[in-house]
């Protein structure tokens, strides 16, 4: 078995889930209104996008490891995947916010409008980010 196709789909199986967490959460919130749910839906959105992150710079990892260089992109890929790191560390910010600030029930319902919203805009940059790569 080819370990450097083994990493990359075990790392796109952590990512593909962590895409799911960040916006399924966020879309479950939207509707679960209960406090304790919402908390758990903060929690599961949190650690999806720093999975997210991680599993996204472990790409770049493994690209280093096999062949001693980053992937070698330019122009629109770049411009994707600039979106997508900075959706992960807003999403990461606004999570986290959900979890830890005091919010009026207005703020923090708007803040998950927003973490949906980046969520989308991230899964969007991924498909330009596939295909102009
Ligand atoms: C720091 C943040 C991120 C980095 C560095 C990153 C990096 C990457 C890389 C290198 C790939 C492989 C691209 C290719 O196939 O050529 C990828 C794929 C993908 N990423 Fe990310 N990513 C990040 C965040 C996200 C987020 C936040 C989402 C979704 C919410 C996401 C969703 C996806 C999806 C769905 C794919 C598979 C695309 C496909 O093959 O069709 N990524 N990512």
Redo the contacts with the bound molecule.
């Keep these: 078995m080819d370990s450097q196709n083994l990493a990359y789909s075990i790392t796109?199986i952590v990512?593909?889930f962590?895409?799911v967490a960040?916006?399924g959460g966020a879309a479950c919130a939207l509707a679960w209104r209960d406090t304790d749910v919402q908390r758990r839906l903060a929690w599961l959105v949190l650690i999806g996008?720093l999975t997210?992150?991680a599993?996204?710079?472990t790409?770049?990892a493994i690209s280093f490891y096999y062949y001693a260089k980053l992937?070698d992109i330019h122009g629109i890929a770049v411009g994707a995947?600039v979106i997508?790191?900075l959706?992960?560390a807003l999403?990461f910010t606004l999570a986290a916010r959900q979890l830890f600030a005091q919010l009026a029930e207005a703020s923090r319902r708007y803040t998950w409008f927003a973490l949906c919203g980046l969520?989308a805009l991230?899964?969007s940059?991924?498909?330009v980010?596939?295909w102009f790569?």
Excluded: D, E, I
Aim: hydrophobic share 50%; proline share 3%; net charge positive.
């Design positions: 796109q990512h593909n962590g895409a960040v916006v996008w997210q992150a599993s996204g710079a790409f770049g992937p995947l997508k790191v959706c992960a999403g969520g991230a899964l940059s991924a498909a980010l596939r790569s």
